[in-house]
């Protein structure tokens, strides 16, 4: 009989994010498809036996999606239940939505298990609300993986500088300096606050801010890589003014440089 496949999101990365079902599904899953965004407290803590890294191949290139795809629906139709675990929610940016799709066109059944995005969820425990009242009544999720200068690009930055609204770019530390300038380009106040949170909820989880013109530079100095994602916006110094009070692994408590030590010691 043919086994069922669950798209399931891990949340940003702290194990006691996952949602109850995402934990049980693990548990009870034949095997377990994943790359390395839920990061490695979630991914160790599966049975060795029972997981399966998709997300590079030995040569360090990323596995195409189309064998990914094809791995799904062979597991599954020799019998096995199968957790796709992705960082995150699985729909936002994630490529849950091909997958479903191919899922579905060969007839495999398939169950959607959604994660805290790191969009909402890696901004909150940094103290950044991604709307507020006072601040900000809209948030666009956007990719920061194309090049802004592009004719074609597929993200409209001077519509998002219109908005007024809260701007999350995910996968956008590399290409930082070109949407920042895009933005300003695009009549964006110069001095508007920018934050990147890097590896949000994980014991390692940094964090740099600084505004639009700034914000490349405390990109730099704090030496922030991927994952992390970019907040622009006033919320994003809603953080400054509450870091003091914040507990938990956004607080950044151990070191004044923003990294966090996990657990308050
Ligand atoms: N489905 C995921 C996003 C996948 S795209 C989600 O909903 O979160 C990959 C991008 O997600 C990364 O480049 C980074 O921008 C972001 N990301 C994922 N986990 C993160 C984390 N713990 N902290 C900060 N950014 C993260």
Redesign the pocket.
């Known amino acids: 009989m043919t086994g069922t496949v669950y798209l399931v ?1 891990s ?3 702290d194990p006691e994010l996952l949602t109850v079902r995402a934990a049980r599904l693990i548990d009870e899953a034949d095997v377990v498809l994943h790359d390395k ?1 839920p ?1 490695p407290e979630i991914i160790e803590d599966i049975p060795e036996g029972k997981r399966e890294d998709v997300g590079k191949r030995a040569g360090g290139e990323r596995t195409p999606q189309s064998e990914i795809n094809q791995r799904l629906v062979d597991l599954a139709e020799e019998g096995n239940d199968v957790v796709r675990l ?9 490529r ?1 939505g091909e997958e479903m799709e191919y899922l579905a066109d060969h007839g495999v059944p398939v169950e959607v298990v959604p ?8 901004a909150g425990v940094g103290g950044i609300p991604v709307t507020h009242r006072d601040y900000a009544s809209s948030v666009s999720f956007v ?3 194309e090049d802004p200068t592009k004719a074609e690009s597929a993200v409209d930055w001077q519509a998002l500088a219109d908005t007024g609204g809260t701007i999350v ?5 590399g290409k930082l300096p070109d949407y920042t300038r895009a933005l300003r380009e695009a009549g964006m106040d110069p001095e508007t606050p920018v934050a990147l ?6 014991p390692e ?1 940094r964090v740099a801010t600084g505004t639009l013109d700034t914000v490349v530079d405390a990109r730099d100095e704090r030496g922030i890589e ?5 907040v622009i916006g006033d919320v994003a110094a809603v953080r400054d003014r509450v870091v003091e009070f914040l507990r938990g692994r956004g607080s950044g408590r151990n070191g004044g440089d923003g990294r966090s030590g996990g657990d308050d010691a």
């Open positions: 999101g949340g940003p990365g965004l990061g992705k960082g995150g929610d699985p729909f936002v940016f994630g849950g994660g805290i995005t790191s969009a909402v969820g890696a990719t920061g993986h770019v995910l996968m956008g530390v949170v890097e590896r949000g909820t994980w989880m991927p994952p992390a994602i970019t």
